[in-house]
Protein backbone atom coordinates (compact mmCIF):
# COMPACT_ATOMS: atom_id res chain seq x y z
CA UNK A 1 0.00 0.00 0.00
CA UNK A 2 1.52 2.99 -0.97
CA UNK A 3 2.85 5.98 1.39
CA UNK A 4 1.05 9.07 0.86
CA UNK A 5 1.77 12.32 2.29
CA UNK A 6 -0.74 14.66 3.54
CA UNK A 7 -0.98 18.42 2.49
CA UNK A 8 -0.22 19.92 5.83
CA UNK A 9 2.96 17.49 6.07
CA UNK A 10 4.46 18.63 2.60
CA UNK A 11 3.68 22.60 3.56
CA UNK A 12 5.90 21.57 6.48
CA UNK A 13 8.33 20.49 5.12
CA UNK A 14 8.55 23.25 2.59
CA UNK A 15 9.32 25.26 5.29
CA UNK A 16 11.97 23.53 7.34
CA UNK A 17 13.90 23.04 3.71
CA UNK A 18 13.49 27.30 3.28
CA UNK A 19 14.60 27.81 6.64
CA UNK A 20 17.50 25.29 6.23
CA UNK A 21 18.67 27.32 2.82
CA UNK A 22 18.71 30.76 4.75
CA UNK A 23 20.68 29.74 7.25
CA UNK A 24 23.26 28.24 5.37
CA UNK A 25 23.53 31.26 3.05
CA UNK A 26 23.27 33.65 6.27
CA UNK A 27 25.68 31.92 8.55
CA UNK A 28 27.72 30.19 6.03
CA UNK A 29 27.92 32.65 2.86
CA UNK A 30 27.39 35.87 4.61
CA UNK A 31 29.87 35.91 7.82
CA UNK A 32 32.15 34.06 5.18
CA UNK A 33 32.68 36.76 2.78
CA UNK A 34 32.02 39.44 5.66
CA UNK A 35 35.49 39.30 7.25
CA UNK A 36 36.75 40.19 3.85
CA UNK A 37 34.26 43.25 3.17
CA UNK A 38 35.11 44.43 6.62
CA UNK A 39 38.72 43.77 6.48
CA UNK A 40 38.66 45.94 2.94
CA UNK A 41 36.66 48.74 3.91
CA UNK A 42 38.59 49.07 7.23
CA UNK A 43 42.50 49.00 5.35
CA UNK A 44 43.72 52.28 5.59
CA UNK A 45 41.35 54.04 7.88
CA UNK A 46 42.65 56.86 9.94
CA UNK A 47 40.60 58.84 12.37
CA UNK A 48 40.02 62.38 11.39
CA UNK A 49 41.15 65.16 13.94
CA UNK A 50 41.81 69.06 13.95
CA UNK A 51 45.23 69.66 15.50
CA UNK A 52 47.24 73.41 16.40
CA UNK A 53 50.82 74.35 16.59
CA UNK A 54 51.61 74.76 20.13
CA UNK A 55 52.72 78.78 20.10
CA UNK A 56 54.66 81.18 22.89
CA UNK A 57 52.73 84.10 23.80
CA UNK A 58 53.24 86.96 25.96
CA UNK A 59 51.09 85.91 29.38
CA UNK A 60 49.82 87.52 32.36
CA UNK A 61 48.29 87.59 35.34
CA UNK A 62 45.03 89.99 35.72
CA UNK A 63 43.29 91.85 38.40
CA UNK A 64 39.86 93.43 37.97
CA UNK A 65 38.94 96.75 40.21
CA UNK A 66 36.91 99.49 39.32
CA UNK A 67 38.47 103.08 38.74
CA UNK A 68 36.73 106.52 38.60
CA UNK A 69 38.64 108.86 36.83
CA UNK A 70 40.21 112.53 37.42
CA UNK A 71 42.17 114.95 35.69
CA UNK A 72 45.39 115.33 35.17
CA UNK A 73 44.95 118.91 36.98
CA UNK A 74 41.77 120.30 37.90
CA UNK A 75 41.10 123.93 40.24
CA UNK A 76 38.01 125.91 40.62
CA UNK A 77 38.86 129.19 39.22
CA UNK A 78 37.32 132.12 41.88
CA UNK A 79 37.90 135.56 42.66
CA UNK A 80 40.58 136.73 44.50
CA UNK A 81 39.25 140.34 45.66
CA UNK A 82 36.19 141.94 45.56
CA UNK A 83 34.58 144.13 42.72
CA UNK A 84 32.50 144.47 39.87
CA UNK A 85 33.57 141.79 36.89
CA UNK A 86 34.26 143.78 33.94
CA UNK A 87 34.68 140.89 31.08
CA UNK A 88 34.46 136.87 31.43
CA UNK A 89 36.82 136.14 28.08
CA UNK A 90 36.03 132.84 27.37
CA UNK A 91 33.19 130.14 26.01
CA UNK A 92 32.24 126.87 27.74
CA UNK A 93 34.59 124.47 27.17
CA UNK A 94 36.81 126.43 25.94
CA UNK A 95 40.87 125.40 25.95
CA UNK A 96 43.12 127.92 27.17
CA UNK A 97 47.04 128.16 27.72
CA UNK A 98 48.90 128.77 30.84
CA UNK A 99 49.00 132.91 31.05
CA UNK A 100 45.45 132.92 29.39
CA UNK A 101 43.04 135.66 30.86
CA UNK A 102 40.00 133.88 31.76
CA UNK A 103 38.12 136.99 33.63
CA UNK A 104 38.91 140.38 34.32
CA UNK A 105 37.49 142.57 37.58
CA UNK A 106 37.20 146.23 37.49
CA UNK A 107 40.35 147.50 38.55
CA UNK A 108 40.14 151.32 37.36
CA UNK A 109 41.18 152.95 40.99
CA UNK A 110 44.31 150.19 41.61
CA UNK A 111 45.38 150.59 37.80
CA UNK A 112 45.52 154.52 38.96
CA UNK A 113 47.28 154.13 42.36
CA UNK A 114 49.57 152.05 39.83
CA UNK A 115 50.46 154.53 38.22
CA UNK A 116 51.12 156.84 40.55
CA UNK A 117 53.66 154.47 42.11
CA UNK A 118 55.37 154.14 38.71
CA UNK A 119 55.51 157.95 38.66
CA UNK A 120 57.02 158.17 41.98
CA UNK A 121 59.47 155.32 41.08
CA UNK A 122 60.99 157.38 38.19
CA UNK A 123 61.31 160.29 40.27
CA UNK A 124 62.90 158.46 43.04
CA UNK A 125 65.21 157.25 40.06
CA UNK A 126 65.99 160.94 39.01
CA UNK A 127 66.76 161.98 42.46
CA UNK A 128 69.35 159.22 42.91
CA UNK A 129 70.64 159.79 39.95
CA UNK A 130 71.06 164.09 40.86
CA UNK A 131 72.52 162.94 44.40
CA UNK A 132 75.05 160.30 43.12
CA UNK A 133 76.81 163.48 41.18
CA UNK A 134 76.54 165.85 44.51
CA UNK A 135 78.30 163.39 46.46
CA UNK A 136 81.02 162.68 43.45
CA UNK A 137 81.17 167.18 43.68
CA UNK A 138 81.39 166.78 47.57
CA UNK A 139 78.41 169.00 47.67
CA UNK A 140 76.21 166.62 49.95
CA UNK A 141 77.04 163.94 52.29
CA UNK A 142 77.35 160.28 51.81
CA UNK A 143 73.93 160.33 54.11
CA UNK A 144 71.76 161.63 51.81
CA UNK A 145 72.88 159.19 49.17
CA UNK A 146 72.13 156.17 51.55
CA UNK A 147 68.86 158.15 52.65
CA UNK A 148 67.63 158.07 48.59
CA UNK A 149 68.70 154.93 47.83
CA UNK A 150 66.42 153.72 50.37
CA UNK A 151 63.71 155.64 48.99
CA UNK A 152 64.21 154.35 45.35
CA UNK A 153 63.93 150.79 47.05
CA UNK A 154 60.69 151.64 48.92
CA UNK A 155 59.26 152.56 45.28
CA UNK A 156 60.25 149.52 43.81
CA UNK A 157 58.44 147.72 46.60
CA UNK A 158 55.53 150.10 46.67
CA UNK A 159 55.41 149.65 42.33
CA UNK A 160 55.41 145.88 43.24
CA UNK A 161 52.67 145.74 45.52
CA UNK A 162 51.21 148.15 43.30
CA UNK A 163 51.20 145.89 40.63
CA UNK A 164 49.76 142.62 42.91
CA UNK A 165 46.72 144.24 43.42
CA UNK A 166 45.99 145.30 40.20
CA UNK A 167 47.08 141.70 38.89
CA UNK A 168 43.97 140.02 41.05
CA UNK A 169 41.87 141.84 39.50
CA UNK A 170 42.66 139.86 36.10
CA UNK A 171 42.26 136.12 36.49
CA UNK A 172 44.47 134.31 34.31
CA UNK A 173 44.65 129.97 33.48
CA UNK A 174 47.35 128.58 36.04
CA UNK A 175 47.61 125.77 33.54
CA UNK A 176 46.62 124.61 30.19
CA UNK A 177 43.16 123.05 30.12
CA UNK A 178 39.41 123.50 28.99
CA UNK A 179 37.18 125.64 31.03
CA UNK A 180 33.70 124.74 32.90
CA UNK A 181 30.83 126.64 32.46
CA UNK A 182 29.91 130.09 33.64
CA UNK A 183 28.88 130.55 37.16
CA UNK A 184 28.70 134.16 36.83
CA UNK A 185 27.73 137.21 34.61
CA UNK A 186 29.71 140.30 33.48
CA UNK A 187 27.97 143.57 35.52
CA UNK A 188 27.79 140.80 39.18
CA UNK A 189 29.83 142.14 42.17
CA UNK A 190 31.93 139.47 43.48
CA UNK A 191 33.28 138.78 46.82
CA UNK A 192 36.65 137.10 47.66
CA UNK A 193 36.03 133.34 46.47
CA UNK A 194 32.89 133.38 44.46
CA UNK A 195 32.96 130.84 42.25
CA UNK A 196 33.47 132.39 38.58
CA UNK A 197 34.03 128.67 35.95
CA UNK A 198 35.97 125.34 36.63
CA UNK A 199 39.68 124.30 34.90
CA UNK A 200 40.47 120.93 33.77
CA UNK A 201 43.45 119.73 31.97
CA UNK A 202 42.50 116.09 31.13
CA UNK A 203 45.37 115.70 28.16
CA UNK A 204 45.80 112.71 30.59
CA UNK A 205 43.74 111.92 33.33
CA UNK A 206 44.18 109.98 36.40
CA UNK A 207 42.51 106.26 37.35
CA UNK A 208 42.58 105.67 41.03
CA UNK A 209 41.07 102.29 42.29
CA UNK A 210 41.33 99.61 44.79
CA UNK A 211 43.23 96.38 45.24
CA UNK A 212 42.80 93.60 48.02
CA UNK A 213 46.13 93.59 50.37
CA UNK A 214 46.69 90.35 49.35
CA UNK A 215 48.43 91.53 46.32
CA UNK A 216 50.59 94.56 47.87
CA UNK A 217 53.81 92.48 47.18
CA UNK A 218 53.26 92.82 43.56
CA UNK A 219 51.88 95.85 43.25
CA UNK A 220 54.71 98.40 41.92
CA UNK A 221 54.51 101.60 39.86
CA UNK A 222 54.95 101.36 36.15
CA UNK A 223 52.75 98.22 35.85
CA UNK A 224 50.19 98.55 32.88
CA UNK A 225 46.70 98.44 32.96
CA UNK A 226 43.88 98.10 30.81
CA UNK A 227 40.28 99.80 31.36
CA UNK A 228 36.92 99.88 29.57
CA UNK A 229 34.28 102.23 30.08
CA UNK A 230 30.60 101.97 29.51
CA UNK A 231 30.47 104.70 26.81
CA UNK A 232 32.73 103.16 24.87
CA UNK A 233 32.01 99.76 25.51
CA UNK A 234 33.92 98.23 22.60
CA UNK A 235 37.14 99.92 23.24
CA UNK A 236 40.33 99.57 26.00
CA UNK A 237 41.91 102.41 27.13
CA UNK A 238 45.80 101.77 28.23
CA UNK A 239 47.66 103.17 31.02
CA UNK A 240 50.20 102.51 33.65
CA UNK A 241 50.75 102.86 37.22
CA UNK A 242 52.03 105.55 38.81
CA UNK A 243 51.41 105.28 42.56
CA UNK A 244 51.00 103.12 45.21
CA UNK A 245 49.22 104.43 48.57
CA UNK A 246 51.51 104.31 51.40
CA UNK A 247 48.63 103.19 53.33
CA UNK A 248 46.30 100.38 53.30
CA UNK A 249 42.67 101.10 54.36
CA UNK A 250 42.23 99.35 57.72
CA UNK A 251 38.50 99.15 56.69
CA UNK A 252 38.20 97.57 53.51
CA UNK A 253 41.95 95.69 53.68
CA UNK A 254 42.74 96.98 50.33
CA UNK A 255 45.46 99.77 49.05
CA UNK A 256 44.83 102.75 46.19
CA UNK A 257 46.54 102.51 43.07
CA UNK A 258 46.78 105.35 41.11
CA UNK A 259 47.51 104.84 37.31
CA UNK A 260 47.28 107.76 34.03
CA UNK A 261 45.49 107.07 30.80
CA UNK A 262 46.95 109.46 28.19
CA UNK A 263 43.79 111.26 26.83
CA UNK A 264 44.61 113.00 23.87
CA UNK A 265 41.13 113.11 22.10
CA UNK A 266 39.75 114.47 25.35
CA UNK A 267 37.20 111.59 25.29
CA UNK A 268 37.75 110.21 28.71
CA UNK A 269 36.16 113.35 31.19
CA UNK A 270 36.88 113.05 35.09
CA UNK A 271 34.08 111.19 37.25
CA UNK A 272 33.95 108.33 34.72
CA UNK A 273 33.96 104.80 36.41
CA UNK A 274 35.84 102.03 34.59
CA UNK A 275 36.57 98.62 34.97
CA UNK A 276 40.51 98.17 35.59
CA UNK A 277 42.53 95.30 34.59
CA UNK A 278 46.02 95.34 35.98
CA UNK A 279 48.15 93.25 33.79
CA UNK A 280 51.32 91.70 36.38
CA UNK A 281 53.53 89.26 36.13
CA UNK A 282 54.12 89.49 32.05
CA UNK A 283 55.58 86.13 30.75
CA UNK A 284 56.33 84.47 27.52
CA UNK A 285 54.55 80.94 27.86
CA UNK A 286 53.15 78.33 25.67
CA UNK A 287 49.39 78.25 25.43
CA UNK A 288 47.17 75.63 24.25
CA UNK A 289 43.14 75.59 23.72
CA UNK A 290 41.11 74.66 27.16
CA UNK A 291 39.46 71.74 24.53
CA UNK A 292 42.97 70.20 24.38
CA UNK A 293 43.23 69.23 27.39
CA UNK A 294 41.76 65.44 28.57
CA UNK A 295 41.85 65.47 32.18
CA UNK A 296 42.16 62.02 33.99
CA UNK A 297 42.46 61.55 37.91
CA UNK A 298 43.57 65.54 38.34
CA UNK A 299 46.75 64.87 36.00
CA UNK A 300 46.15 66.74 32.52
CA UNK A 301 47.20 65.25 29.14
CA UNK A 302 47.11 66.16 25.31
CA UNK A 303 47.62 64.69 22.65
CA UNK A 304 50.13 65.61 19.94
CA UNK A 305 50.77 64.01 16.40
CA UNK A 306 53.88 63.28 15.04
CA UNK A 307 55.43 64.01 11.36
CA UNK A 308 54.02 60.69 10.64
CA UNK A 309 50.75 61.28 11.59
CA UNK A 310 50.68 58.94 14.92
CA UNK A 311 49.68 60.26 18.24
CA UNK A 312 51.40 60.30 21.73
CA UNK A 313 49.58 61.41 24.83
CA UNK A 314 51.78 63.78 26.80
CA UNK A 315 51.28 64.84 30.39
CA UNK A 316 51.25 68.37 31.08
CA UNK A 317 51.50 70.41 34.14
CA UNK A 318 49.33 73.43 33.56
CA UNK A 319 49.38 77.10 35.13
CA UNK A 320 46.50 80.15 34.37
CA UNK A 321 43.95 79.93 32.50
CA UNK A 322 42.45 82.76 30.14
CA UNK A 323 39.16 82.60 28.29
CA UNK A 324 39.38 79.60 25.46
CA UNK A 325 43.13 78.48 26.67
CA UNK A 326 45.54 77.54 29.46
CA UNK A 327 49.18 78.45 29.82
CA UNK A 328 51.46 75.05 29.91
CA UNK A 329 54.48 74.88 32.45
CA UNK A 330 55.66 71.58 31.71
CA UNK A 331 55.09 68.66 29.55
CA UNK A 332 55.03 70.27 25.39
CA UNK A 333 57.19 72.75 23.70
CA UNK A 334 56.85 75.62 21.04
CA UNK A 335 56.14 74.12 17.72
CA UNK A 336 54.50 70.66 19.15
CA UNK A 337 51.15 70.04 17.35
CA UNK A 338 48.59 69.24 19.80
CA UNK A 339 44.89 67.84 19.00
CA UNK A 340 41.69 70.13 19.66
CA UNK A 341 38.85 67.92 18.38
CA UNK A 342 38.44 64.06 17.63
CA UNK A 343 40.15 63.48 21.27
CA UNK A 344 37.64 61.32 22.33
CA UNK A 345 38.48 57.57 22.48
CA UNK A 346 41.82 58.61 20.69
CA UNK A 347 44.79 56.05 21.47
CA UNK A 348 48.61 56.48 21.55
CA UNK A 349 49.63 54.76 18.60
CA UNK A 350 46.97 55.74 16.66
CA UNK A 351 47.59 57.44 13.19
CA UNK A 352 45.73 60.37 12.53
CA UNK A 353 44.18 62.12 9.78
CA UNK A 354 45.01 65.89 9.90
CA UNK A 355 41.90 67.59 8.77
CA UNK A 356 43.44 71.03 8.86
CA UNK A 357 46.94 70.29 7.50
CA UNK A 358 47.07 73.34 5.14
CA UNK A 359 46.53 75.69 8.62
CA UNK A 360 49.16 73.73 10.32
CA UNK A 361 51.74 74.33 7.29
CA UNK A 362 50.43 78.19 7.06
CA UNK A 363 51.26 78.70 11.41
CA UNK A 364 47.69 78.52 12.64
CA UNK A 365 48.39 79.94 16.39
CA UNK A 366 46.93 77.95 18.60
CA UNK A 367 45.55 80.91 20.59
CA UNK A 368 42.77 81.00 17.91
CA UNK A 369 40.94 77.22 17.48
CA UNK A 370 37.85 78.95 15.65
CA UNK A 371 39.82 78.95 12.37
CA UNK A 372 40.57 75.47 12.53
CA UNK A 373 37.30 74.78 12.63
CA UNK A 374 36.46 75.65 9.37
CA UNK A 375 39.48 75.18 7.04
CA UNK A 376 39.84 76.42 4.05
Known amino acids: MPFALSKSTVGIAVVVVAAAVGGWFYFGGHHAAGPQRQGGRGAGMMRPVTAVA ?84 NHVSQAKLDEQVALLKRAEANVAAARVRSG ?62 SAYPKEVFKGRVVAVDSRVDPVTRSVSVRATITNEDLRLRPGMLMVVQLIKDQRESVMVPEIALLPENDIQYVFTVGPDNVVSRLKVVIGRRRAGSVEILEGIKEGDVVVTEGIQDLRPGSKVNLVNASDLRGGTPAQNPEALRHPG
Do not use: C, M, W, Y
Not at 169 to 176: D, G, H, M, V
Not at 193 to 205: K, R
Not at 214 to 229: M, R, V, Y
Open 54 to 137: VHKEVFADRLEAIGTLTANESVTITAKTQGIIRSLDFDDGQTFKRGDQIAAIDAGEQDAALNVELANLEQQRKDLTRTQQLVAD
Open 168 to 229: DRRITAPFSGIVGTRRISVGALVSPGAVITTLDDISEVKLDFSIPETFLASLKPGLDIEAQA
